[in-house]
């Protein structure tokens, strides 16, 4: 079963126009979503996250949205620029152990046209 | 600058071979992950370890082993390769705590099993 689910496995979007990436999760115990971005041949790289507790976090042009009701989180990307071209993960996180444990969602492919 | 890296990226084996995936970090993380990457199925967790010599089953386990002897060092074993096991491999490592850290992801190992 899958806990995390990005349904849009690609986006298109005009440079300067805003992004909005979407990710829905089913386990009410996870106490932190974060959003990664991933290149061709690179690994990923963190981009932002959001704790539970918080339903809004912003950190330049990116702001991560949590709807703890409807189990929704959502990237805003505004302006998009061509660099934003990359994969995007959703990921939910657990605590074990003292390790966060992360489930990712099958990823959304950001495609920034100029 | 923090660094993970991945003895390989890319590698070739055969069915059966016993296959091993190195991961160093020079950030003194206690935290270390190895991940798969599948198109359509996102990261899947396989092991990951919060200590020296400790080690906890991620969601995919089956078919893997792990060994963690120094810190800054987390082996992916593949006992008896097979064609299924044919993936992006990425390894990872962060701090503890109970807030999230950031795991910093390496470049990757892409295994192709034949």
């Known amino acids: 079963d899958q806990q995390v689910k990005q349904n849009s496995p690609s986006l298109s979007v005009q440079e300067g126009r805003i992004s909005i990436l979407n990710c829905d999760y089913t386990n009410s115990m996870f106490d932190y979503f974060l959003w990664y971005k991933k290149y061709p041949a690179e690994g990923p790289t963190f981009l932002i996250s959001i704790s539970s507790i918080k339903d809004k976090n912003e950190d330049g042009r990116f702001t991560v949205f949590l709807n703890k009701s409807a189990k929704h989180l959502s990237l805003h990307i505004v302006p998009s620029q061509p660099g934003d071209s990359a994969v995007y993960f959703c990921a939910a996180s657990a605590q074990v152990q003292g390790a966060q444990k992360l489930v990712f969602g099958q990823g959304t492919r950001l495609t920034i046209n100029p | 600058d923090v660094k993970v890296t991945q003895s390989s990226r890319y590698l070739v084996k055969r069915t059966g071979e016993k296959v091993f995936l190195e991961c160093v970090q020079d950030m003194d993380h206690e935290n270390m992950f190895w991940y798969r990457q599948d198109p359509g199925l996102g990261l899947r967790l396989i092991y990951f370890?919060?200590?020296?010599?400790?080690?906890e089953k991620g969601d995919i386990p089956e078919g893997y082993s792990v060994s963690r002897e120094k810190k800054e060092r987390f082996s992916l074993i593949l006992e008896s390769a097979s064609t299924n096991q044919t993936s992006m491999y990425l390894c990872a490592s962060s701090l503890p705590g109970l807030a999230y850290n950031e795991q910093f992801f390496g470049p990757g190992t892409r295994l192709t099993v034949l």
């Open positions: 370890s919060y200590d020296v010599k400790m080690k």
